[in-house]
């Protein structure tokens, strides 16, 4: 495990991940990109050139190989200049190339995962509904079969489906046995985004702006059964995909969201303490200030080893169901707290839409949200860890 140094090809990573996100993401461009809620194609474009989509993608299929460290690392540095660039990446290496290459049929992962390493498909997830959230089980969109089992067709509606409107396709989970044993009647559609009888209604949300999020209407869309995720004979598997060794991923994931943002917080309210001078010296001169910055600084390296060692464990394929909900319940609630801890070092100047602090405090307070809550991150890992109930 990575205690003292990383490995040179993470330690590389980073630094041209910073001096990209430098060049490419400064102050001035994330405003802009904030006030119009869109990420910067161009850039990203850029981005994927430096291979970092390969990461997730297996060497036979295009990509660098699997290295699931080196893709948190990816995620924490491009965190550290806002949303922008991390929320297309994940929709691109971690919910195309992880879960394409863990569930995908040979077909899908021959046909989808070379373009996926080139970063030139991106995927949105169809999994919560208005009336469903975190009980996913439970969801009432259908599908069934047709033409002697040619064809899917898709019926309801999915909601908080981010980057609905320019993602490639969408993973819809779908009840396709309604009769059928809970659990064991779901399956998991890869819709085109474009296919006919899918229509959108955006969303409002003050977090996550590199998109908009939007609830997404199937009115007897029609898919070849080559769609189902793992193929045709993964009908009513929809569940294993969801919570197999992606789920592990996906959590190391928003925990890594989570760490790059508490960073940046970090890092603006370490530099303004350092240059707003009150009652004759800069503020970091003073004991509270000095007390609460490092007091932050502190809780990010705990944040780190959670979410590290976590990371390794999937990276090794190694059980790691307790470590990563661990991992995600601890760094986002502590990283939430950061944040808030950042923005009182910052006082007025806190809240001012000329400073990133107010935006990364709002993403910040959306990350014991998404991707599980931290009270099903507790429920979780009670369970797991054999606690009577």
């Known amino acids: 495990m990575y205690f003292t140094d990383e490995p040179e090809h993470i330690a590389m990573l980073r630094e041209n991940l910073r001096r990209f996100c430098r060049d490419k993401a400064p102050a001035e461009k994330r405003r802009e990109w904030r006030a119009t809620q869109r990420f910067p194609r161009e850039v990203f474009a850029e981005l994927a050139a430096l291979g970092v989509c390969g990461l997730t993608v ?13 893709a948190t690392a990816v995620i924490e540095e491009l965190g550290r200049a806002g949303t922008f660039l991390f ?22 992962k021959a046909e989808l995962l070379p373009a996926i390493a080139r970063g030139e498909l991106f995927f949105a997830y169809g999994l919560s509904e208005p009336d469903v959230g975190g009980d996913l089980a439970s969801v009432s969109t259908r599908a069934r079969l047709e033409d002697g089992g040619d064809t899917v067709v898709i019926d309801g509606v999915k909601r908080w489906c981010t980057g609905a409107d320019w993602a490639d396709y969408i993973f ?25 009888g899918i229509t959108r209604q955006p969303l409002t949300h003050q977090n996550l702006l ?6 997404v209407y199937f009115e007897d869309v029609r898919v070849p059964a080559s769609c189902i995720l793992g193929g045709a004979g993964a009908w009513n598997d929809g569940w294993r995909k969801l ?21 940046a917080a970090v ?52 059980p790691a169901t307790v470590e990563t909900s661990m991992a995600k319940l601890f760094v986002c609630d502590v990283a939430m707290e950061i944040g808030l801890a950042c923005q009182r070092v910052m006082g007025a100047y806190g809240l001012s839409e000329e400073f990133d602090m107010a935006q990364t405090v709002r993403d910040l307070v959306g ?21 009577p109930s």
């Open 172 to 196: 819809c989970l779908a009840n396709s046995d309604p009769e059928g044993e809970r659990y064991r009647n779901l399956t998991m559609v890869l819709v085109p985004a474009d296919a006919a």
């Open 267 to 318: 890092e603006e309210a370490w530099d303004y303490a350092g240059e707003r001078r009150q009652f004759g010296r800069p503020i970091s001169g003073h004991q509270a200030i000095r007390h609460e910055l490092v007091q932050a600084r502190t809780r990010l390296q705990a944040c780190r080893h959670m979410l590290y060692h976590a990371a390794w464990l999937v990276d090794r394929g190694r």
């Open 87 to 108: 929320g297309p990446y994940i929709q691109c290496a971690f919910y195309g190339g992880g879960n394409i290459s863990e569930s995908g049929s040979e077909e899908q």
């Open 243 to 263: 919570a197999g060794r992606s789920l592990d991923v996906e959590k190391v994931e928003v925990a890594a969201m989570a760490f790059g943002l508490a960073q």
């Open 210 to 215: 590199y998109t908009h999020s939007y609830d």
């Open 367 to 387: 990350m014991p949200i998404v991707g599980g809550s931290s009270h099903m991150q507790l429920n979780n890992i009670a369970n797991r860890l054999g606690l």
């Open 58 to 70: 297996p060497e036979e299929h295009g990509g660098l190989g699997q290295d699931w460290v080196a």
